[in-house]
Structures are given as C-alpha cells and as structure tokens.
C-alpha cells in the first residue's frame, strides 16, 4: 500500500483510503469448515446468527409479515444478497417489500472485505451456503429466487457458486448423496439482477467504492469528489491487474456461464446507471441466452444505480410478481 502511494501523484490524497483499508485487513474471517447439515452444526448457526445481526455483515431475515406459515410454505424462499455499502434501512425496505408479499426471506449484506480480498469471499459464502442449508432443513420442497443487487451481488453469488463446485470436488460423499450444488441450486426458481453486472474496471471500481465509502449516490459522486475519485483509481489501477484478483474476477464470470442454474433469470436496469452500462447488462443476457435460459428484462432511462424500486415502485413490484409468476408453482 505503501509503494503504491509513493508511485502516483496524490500521495497525500490516498490517506484518506488508508484508515479504512486498515480496517479491511483487521477484519477477522471464520472459516467454515461443515457444509453439510448435521446438528454440530445446527449448534454452530445459533452460537453465529446473532453475531452477524450485530455487526451487520450479514443479517438473516426470517419474520413472517404477513401470511400464516402454511400459505408462506407454498411460496418461495427470497435470498437478498445486497449492493456494497448497503445501509441497514434502505435494504430492509426489499426485505419488507418481499415480507409483505409473502414470501419468507433471507438477506445478506456482504462485508467489503468479500468483495476485496478473496480468501475473506470464499469464508463468507461458506457461512451464507451453510445458513441456506440450515433455513431448508425439512424444507427440501420449498423452492428458492435469488434477488442479488449490483455487481458486489453479482461477485459474491458467482463466490458462492465457485465454493460450491470446489467443496464437491474435494468433499466424499455416500452414494445416492445428493452433492453440495445439487441441494443448493436444484431448488433455485429464478434469479433477479437489479444493477447487475458489468466487468469490473478501475473507473467503475473508483466510483463504486468511493460511493460507498462516502454514502453518496455514485450518480453525482465523481462531480462532488473528483480527486477522491481519480486517487480511487490510481489505486484500482494495479489491483485489479493483481493476478488473484483478475483471476478471480474471470472464475466468477466463468461460474455463472458454467455453474449457474438454468431458471429464468429478470435484470432491473437503466440507462441512467453511473456504475453499470447497460450495454453490459444486455451483453450478459445474450450469454446467458446462449445457456437456454429465459431471459426477462426491464430497462428504465431515469433511476440511478439500485433505485429503479424508489423511483417506480409499481412498476418495480409488477416485474416482480410477473416474474415470480413465470417461474414458481404457485401465483402471488
């Protein structure tokens, strides 16, 4: 980091990142060693799940607003993965949103240091599989839609399935034993991408995290903050040309080509999104066309990144129903 900074010209700007750097690298990961269902690990869950609602690095979302237990059944199963720097409020209001609809709900908020550093990703999708797993136990009927948010989203679901196909690779099981992907991703119904995805790049890795680390709409951040934004991107420069993290970036893109499962897929999207071109989104949509997916889409010119639901909250629900409707069993 040191070097780095030395190399560029806006030494003096970096310091500003450095704080927060520091606190990615202190942070402490807890591997998780079981990935099958077995009551250690029943135990493990309930000693965990509080701590995450804590600190706010993940947070389980299992209330049922409305509708009895029989009817939420029949529904279902909504895991939210959200966008970097997802506040606690704005992304409760999705959970909400799918509460109210019926659905029981499970909602993660990847930590940075996920996104960043992938030894820490790879710890944190063993935790998220696991709790799935957990949720699903004597549910092996309930069927499941992803709701995953931008391109941290994005990464951290291509993390989860990149997990899967190595813990099967080296995991011995007995015979007739479903595999790891097999009891994750059989189940799955539908995955939506809202402001998702596009490759990252130094300048879309400078306006995203320099966004999330002010808290500022990424739409405005680069006119409000130009040198934060330009030191962000001396920065990413070299990052992401680091060999493990391009690497890891190309596995991820291959994951969802390779590992995904093929049920319908809805990307949310506009025109109007400083951080994800759309060219991007419908480039993607080809590709996974090309997998014989069914593809839905629905592209605004006006909403920003991740506020197509706060700019047009009839329309954004109506997707979502149709949606649901086009993959599950059962109608709203």
Not at 156 to 183: E, N
Not at 200 to 211: I, K, M, N, W
Not at 220 to 247: C, D, G, K, M, R
Not at 267 to 284: G, H, K, R
Request: one cysteine or more.
């Amino acid at each position: 980091m040191h070097a780095l900074a030395a190399q560029g010209p806006f030494v003096g700007r970096l310091q500003f990142f450095r704080p927060r750097l520091q606190a990615i690298r202190s942070s402490t990961v807890t591997s998780v060693a079981c990935l099958t269902v077995s009551p250690r690990c029943l135990r493990a869950t309930s000693a965990t799940s509080s701590k995450y609602k804590q600190g706010h690095v993940m947070q389980r979302t299992n209330a049922l607003h409305t509708s009895s237990q029989a009817n939420h059944a029949k529904k279902p199963l909504i895991v939210l993965i959200g966008w970097l720097g997802a506040k606690e409020r704005h992304f409760n209001k999705y959970v909400k949103l799918w509460q109210q609809m019926g659905h029981a709900t499970h909602g993660y908020r990847p930590p940075t240091p996920s996104i960043l550093f992938p030894p820490v990703g790879s710890a944190k999708a063993a935790d998220v599989i696991r709790d799935i797993q957990l949720f699903q136990h004597n549910k092996a009927e309930q069927p499941v839609i992803y709701h995953i948010f931008s391109n941290a989203g994005f990464l951290f679901f291509g993390t989860m399935l990149r997990h899967m196909a190595a813990a099967d690779a080296i995991q011995s099981r007995p015979k007739g034993t479903p595999s790891l992907q097999q009891s994750m991703l059989q189940p799955v119904q539908g995955l939506i991408l809202d402001s998702a995805p596009c490759r990252l790049t130094p300048e879309v890795s400078a306006r995203g995290f320099t966004a999330a680390i002010l808290s500022k709409p990424a739409a405005s951040i680069e006119q409000q903050h130009p040198w934060l934004v330009s030191a962000a991107q001396l920065l990413f420069t070299p990052v992401l040309q680091f060999p493990p993290v391009s690497n890891r970036q190309n596995q991820i893109w291959q994951a969802w080509q390779s590992t995904a499962p093929k049920c319908p897929q809805l990307y949310l999207y506009s025109s109007a999104d400083a951080l994800i071109p759309p060219s991007q989104v419908q480039q993607f949509q080809k590709l996974q066309e090309s997998r014989n997916v069914q593809v839905h889409s629905k592209m605004w010119t006006d909403s920003a990144h991740c506020e197509h639901y706060r700019l047009h909250p009839e329309e954004y629900v109506k997707q979502l129903q149709h949606f649901v409707q086009t993959c599950g069993r059962d109608e709203l």
